[in-house]
């Protein structure tokens, strides 16, 4: 027998084995849907978070915007003074009165402003949660953003020229924090807003059905596409559609459910009394979810009665929570104290290391939001963080947006 014979007689069965563990890896691969190979994943906002970023908007020119505004700006106040010990603070600001004035509010509760990152940056509205970027992170601790199309107009915001105008600087503001911060970023093919969508963490990812709707006007996209989409960049290994409210206008899910943890989900509910076709429609999602599989076990599903609503605007929802941490914020409303301190003893028993605290949000319900719709959760936000020493030109910006009816409605 040759030499050559001998190696090969030698060390066929390494090699065997070897050409099959490749092959078996090889098809492994292919096999796998895209966006299941858990490369990323969006975190659950339960976990430990590095930041919590507020836009405080600069004045309006309306008096009636204005009498909007003033109240809101005390909402964040509020949000800042109840969090900034359990999390790092980033307040946005985009001239020279929005950063004294939050300074000042600051202060007013006793809040060191050593405690807080204050940063110039163009933005037009407060709604951060929604055109802010979403994180994603990886199986191996690294962090990236993704940012989605944001586009949000009406015919009734218009300049003082009566031109229709949209939010461009909201738009742009990821790909700004994106450049600030030197996290990559990527572009997501996709209309989405930050309340539209939940993840439990662990690749369970909820989504308003309204967001078929709007990428169907947009791009033409059937589900299973945004469903591809979804996976692919926001590593969903599972996505569920919920039905989103009548008459709420938002369209959003952090309106009615908010994950706690992993395997369990808090969904709202209303009585069949005040609203049925409501009532219907969020036990519909209750049981759609009660025990969908995750790694945890079956999906939990908690409900929360949601407050009363009225003619003059939808109501409060008591699952538009912000994590900080350990700290966690209720928005309340004053509306039904016995509706609100059950939901308040439902997140105690929920989460029981966790301070509970509520939040006054009547001022934003009123312009169709509540707490977790101005904050936004990063995941990563660097503590050695260089910020321009000169801030942009405020005068040429403030002229760029005067609202004409309700600037800060979503």
């Known amino acids: 027998m040759s030499p050559y014979r001998k190696l090969i007689a ?11 563990l490749v092959f078996l890896g090889i098809a492994i691969l292919f096999a796998l849907p895209a966006g299941k190979t858990g490369d990323w ?32 700006r005390e909402v964040l106040a509020d949000i800042i003074a109840a969090s900034y010990k359990s999390i790092a603070v980033v307040v ?12 000042q509010a600051l202060k007013e509760r006793n809040v060191p402003l050593r405690k807080i ?4 940056v163009p933005f037009d509205s407060i709604w951060i949660r929604d055109y802010g970027p979403i994180s994603v992170k990886s199986v191996d601790g690294q962090v990236q953003l993704r940012h989605h199309e944001y586009k949000m107009t ?21 790909r700004r924090l994106a450049r600030l911060t030197g996290i990559t970023s990527q572009q997501v093919p996709l209309v989405l807003y930050g309340g539209g969508i939940s993840s439990n963490g662990d690749g369970l990812l909820l989504v308003a059905s309204d967001i078929v709707k ?19 960049y926001y590593g969903a290994t599972e996505v569920i559609f919920l039905t989103v409210l009548t008459g709420e206008p938002t369209g959003h899910l952090d309106f009615f459910a908010t994950f ?34 995750t790694s945890h076990g079956p999906l939990k599903v908690e409900r929360i009665t949601m407050a009363p609503h009225d003619s003059r605007f939808f109501g409060g929802t008591y699952a538009n929570v912000v994590f900080a941490n350990g700290t966690l914020l209720v928005p309340t409303y004053g509306i039904d ?55 942009v030109d405020w005068q040429s910006r403030n002229g760029m947006l005067d609202s004409h009816h309700e600037r800060d409605s979503r």
């Open 10 to 20: 030698r060390y066929r069965w390494p090699i065997a084995t070897c050409a099959l």
């Open 41 to 72: 994943v969006v975190p659950g906002e339960f976990e430990q978070q590095q930041a919590l970023l507020l836009a405080w908007e600069e004045l309006p020119r309306h008096q009636a915007d204005l009498d909007y505004l003033l109240p809101q």
């Open 92 to 103: 946005l600001v985009s001239d020279d009165e929005s950063r004294l004035s939050a300074e």
């Open 117 to 120: 990152t204050f940063v110039d």
């Open 154 to 174: 009406s015919e009734d915001w218009t300049n003082a020229e009566g031109q229709e105008f949209g939010r461009d600087q909201d738009a742009d503001l990821a």
């Open 214 to 232: 709007w990428n169907k006007d947009r791009y033409g996209y059937s589900k299973q596409q945004i469903t591809d989409i979804l996976m692919e």
């Open 260 to 293: 706690v943890s992993p395997d369990t989900v808090v969904i709202g509910s209303y009585p069949e009394s005040h609203d049925p076709t409501n009532a219907m429609i969020l036990n519909a999602n209750a049981q759609r979810l009660s025990g969908v599989q």
């Open 337 to 391: 104290p016995s509706i609100e301190s059950s939901a308040l003893e439902t997140y105690k028993r929920l989460l029981p290391e966790w301070k509970i605290v509520g939040i006054d949000c009547g001022a934003l319900i009123i312009g169709e939001g509540a707490a977790h719709c101005v904050t936004l959760n990063m995941l990563n936000w660097p503590a050695d963080l260089k910020l321009p020493a000169v801030p």
